[in-house]
């Protein structure tokens, strides 16, 4: 097509529209209602620091594909000829996949020092604005916040600490009515970022990379696959468009054994200076209430590195941990024992027999773990890889069937320039970690199909491609209540509506207690309280009120569990797309799960109506799940309820006609 035919050049799905002007810059559109201003939506920085962003639209071709369309851009400017392959996919309505290649057309080599693609300011709305950025810091912010101006934040997807970084390569801005989202579907993490910022004039999001390169004369610098999706609601769809997406270069969950659903206790209570006999005694009254995982956290060992038994505790060695963990199956729960991979302590012998398994940077430091005052280990080094996986075997050999693998060190890992490991390319450390706890996975499923292999980033933004290597996740300390719900619905679009996302110890919650929360939105429940006394000198300090599991506390520990039980809702279909978390208020979540609709809002206080959306056709009846109090019927697929509540609501609907959607 040439230029003088098309001074605009739209492409389209009939969801989203991309419109490209004359020097290809472009305009985002959704159903036809810009969303964004026509700006450069990719750009190329010179080793001298100019931008590139303008490039003559020289040519346009588009094919058909199976279950799709793909167009063709070529441009040129300044001695780079620019292409774009956009890709339209008729499974994903709404969402473009973008190929975006530069090639040096001149007689020298081109310096580039970064580039930025799907670079879009969705335009202002009077209700503002929220995002998602799936980028680890180590103030462990919320991943879903509020845009307001003149703030922002970079969300590198390399370390933005010695031991936080990695996460999802993928950042969503919305407002009420319509989002974008942007994202890479690479199938290893790359070192660039997803800059989500407040503007003047809407919000910005793009993806970047700062990596310098030099492109020699006819060669061509290739960017990472992207994808640009326009939406409705809040982060869920594109989430979960990303999911199928990279599940279609086989990278998905793996199968989810019943274990992984089951409720859990964790000695985590008593610190690490734990004592055996109260951790058998608290796990007798976990089991009494309808628990059913004992795990056994950080304190048995002596050391971060090497693994071995603390004499104090275990004094006859292998020989007691087996009988420990012979005590848990006896008194009927499920032992998972804890583990923090990839930490190594200074002084250790592993470390002075094997100093060649360290991480080191370009000026041959090690990478610290800040919580253990521990170095990080190479899990690009198959030394290093092996050794783990003897350690998975010797901890199943124990008899436990499950391990908290823990540590905010687990999301990502710098560049490794160890000259001992051979890499290729420095990267292989940050790229290869998926493949370390696919191997560690792979080696427990190996010896028990049902093993639980959790992997707990404490606080980072869980990291996409390690998924592959666990099948159960809790929410990695969280700071809130709404922490914990967020990462729960961000999980159920990541893995899968049914994923096993555990709420983790319930004493980090609002109230020290908010269940509720757990319960609300399918995640398991977990805790760690004390029994029948709070503990003395623990690592955490105490909550007001302390941990231990009081008659008062007890019922209410009680009633949660029993309802879990009955129901069961991390094993239904969470319907992430119902509700909007940033706008919609009070805050809801669906389940739709054996015929029935479960519901759940939240607020601090509220009086009026909850909509419950998604209902099957004909009339249902609505009983409180909590109190078991009928609140009469409503009609679907949509009804609005009278409600008064405090911090919590949960509903069930039944239907009255024999329609369900289950």
Known sequence: MALKEAPILPLSDGVLTIAFDTGMHSRVSMRGKPLTAMEPGEAIRLGDQRVVDRFLLVEHTQDQIAGGRVHHLRGTAEGIEKRITVTFLAAYPGLALLDIRYRNTGAAPLAVAGWQAATHDLLSHPDGAWSFSGASYPDRRDWVQPIRPGTGQRNFMGMNATDYGGGTPVAVVWRRDAGIAVGHVDTVPRLVSLPVAGQPGGTRIAIVGDQGAVVPPGGTLALPPVFLMVHEGDHFRPLDAYRRLMAERGFAAPAIPEPSYAPVWCAWGYGRDFKIPEVLTAMGKAKEIGLEWAVLDDGWQTSEGDWKLNPAKFPRGDADMKAFAAQIKAGGMRPRLWLAPLAADPGTDLLRDHPDMLLLDANGAAQNVSFWDAFTLCPAYPPVVDYFRGQIRRILGWGFEGLKLDGQHLNAVAPCYNPAHKHVRPEESYEKLQDFWKALYDEAISINPNAVMEICPCGDSFAFHNIPGMNHTPASDPTSSWQIRLKGKTFKAMMGPSAPFAGDHVELSDRHDDFATHYGIG??????????????????????????????????????????HANMLPKGEYLGGLYDIGFDKPEGHAIRKDGRMHYAFYADRWSGAVVLRGLPPGRHRVTDSFTGKPLGTVSGPQARLPATFEHFLVLETTPLDGKTNA
């Open 523 to 564: 995640a398991i429940l977990s805790t760690k309280f004390t029994w029948p006394n709070d503990p003395v000198g623990t690592t955490d300090p105490l909550p007001p009120g302390g941990i231990a599991l009081h008659p008062q506390k007890e019922a209410l520990w009680r009633k949660w569990i029993a309802l879990y």
